[in-house]
Nanobody, 122 residues
Framework: QLQASGGGLVQAGGSLRLSCTSSRRTSSNNGMGWFRQAPGKEREFVAA????????LYEDSVKGRFTISRDNAKNILYLQMNSLGLEDTAVYYC?????????????????WGQGTQVTVSS
């Protein structure tokens, strides 16, 4: 029901845009988010957005560099990532939460995509 794409290999300072397609039944009225997991680390929050796109949340280290957005007409969630650094290397996951607002807590999300790898090189 969730399909993340857009990952790849990019040099430090570069940009990528991740996309997450979802079925209307699972996302159009729900908050959505992006999380990431680096090797040997726990999954961490990156960004979240409310069902209508009005409210957004960001993890401190990505503020000003990443932008989350959504197109409900197309059922797509985006994550625009600029000024990428080595610390951004991870598998990125999109998720749909139970409520309509944005949230940074993984436990509040009940549908997860399969992940897309982002690798930043020096």
């Amino acid at each position: 029901q969730l399909q993340a794409s857009g990952g790849g290999l990019v040099q430090a300072g570069g940009s990528l845009r991740l996309s997450c397609t979802s079925s209307r039944r699972t996302s159009s009225n729900n908050g959505m988010g992006w999380f990431r997991q680096a090797p040997g680390k726990e999954r961490e929050f990156v960004a979240a957005i409310s069902w209508n796109g009005v409210s957004t949340l960001y993890e401190d280290s990505v503020k000003g560099r990443f932008t989350i957005s959504r197109d409900n007409a197309k059922n797509i969630l985006y994550l625009q990532m600029n000024s990428l650094g080595l610390e951004d290397t991870a598998v990125y996951y999109c998720a749909v939460r139970r409520g309509s607002t944005s949230s940074r807590y993984p436990s509040e999300y009940n549908y997860w995509g399969q992940g897309t790898q982002v690798t930043v090189s020096s």
